[in-house]
């Protein structure tokens, strides 16, 4: 089966740092995606990630650890305009289907 | 050109109605893709299309009807829908097999009454 799990919904402050976990099963695996999408818009690329480590780009980073299905994106320096849905993303062995986790909506506060 | 466009932006159309989505691309991209997507849900996978080829149904009912006419442009086609079908119709392209992420397209959002 596939599974992807990720926290329903997150609060945070302006200006500080927050860490978006991913949990994932799936058949096969050739890469974890991150999304950002704003209400009513389209998926927007954030990160890929399919070798085990920290991929570092501006205020986001991500993170994959195969052996443990497990992914987190780190915000930094939080914007009020980072409040939107970030959806983890897993692409199967075949590399044609990117299964998408429910998602995470957060909240950035002042 | 990284832009992935589609038509039209909203859609309202009646059960008995026949219509269509469009989603166009200038990428070169070879792999193109149908979403659905329903409110604070993640996007559903319902086809793929691979060098114009279709390469992934996932059993989708056949009132959803897709067409890739040519390498930059990707049709849905739709008839007999239901209010449920009710969502946000998004199109994604990606460069190949090769390729890394898939650039979506605006959507289009669809009500069926």
């Known amino acids: 089966g596939q599974n992807i799990d990720q926290p329903t919904e997150m609060t945070a402050t302006e200006g500080a740092i927050v860490q978006i976990n991913c949990t994932y099963q799936t058949s096969g695996f050739n890469g974890l995606f991150w999304y950002q999408q704003h209400a009513g818009e389209a998926p927007t690329f954030l990160s890929y990630?399919?070798?085990?480590g920290l991929e570092e780009k501006g205020r986001f980073s991500s993170f994959l650890s195969r052996s443990k299905g497990y992914s987190y994106l780190l915000l930094k320096e939080l914007q009020m305009k980072d409040s939107a849905s970030y959806l983890c993303a897993v692409r199967n062995t075949g590399g044609f289907k990117t299964i998408f986790g429910a998602g995470t909506r957060l909240f950035v506060k002042a | 050109d990284t832009e992935v466009t589609q038509t039209p932006k909203h859609l309202v159309m009646g059960m008995t109605n026949k219509k269509s989505l469009k989603c166009e691309q200038h990428?070169?991209?070879?792999?193109m893709y149908w979403y659905k997507q329903k409110a604070k849900k993640p996007p559903e996978l319902m086809f793929v299309?691979?060098?114009?080829?279709?390469?992934i149904n996932e059993s989708v009912p056949s009132r959803f009807s897709p067409e890739c006419p040519n390498s930059s442009l990707l049709n849905l086609h739709l008839h007999a829908l239901q209010p449920e079908d009710s969502a946000l119709y998004l199109c994604?392209?990606?460069?190949?097999?090769?390729?890394?992420?898939?650039?979506f397209g605006p959507g289009t959002r669809l009500t069926v009454t």
């Open positions: 990630n399919v070798l085990d």
């Open positions: 990428m070169g991209h070879r792999a």
């Open positions: 299309y691979s060098y114009e080829k279709l390469s």
């Open positions: 994604a392209t990606r460069e190949g097999l090769g390729g890394d992420e898939q650039y």
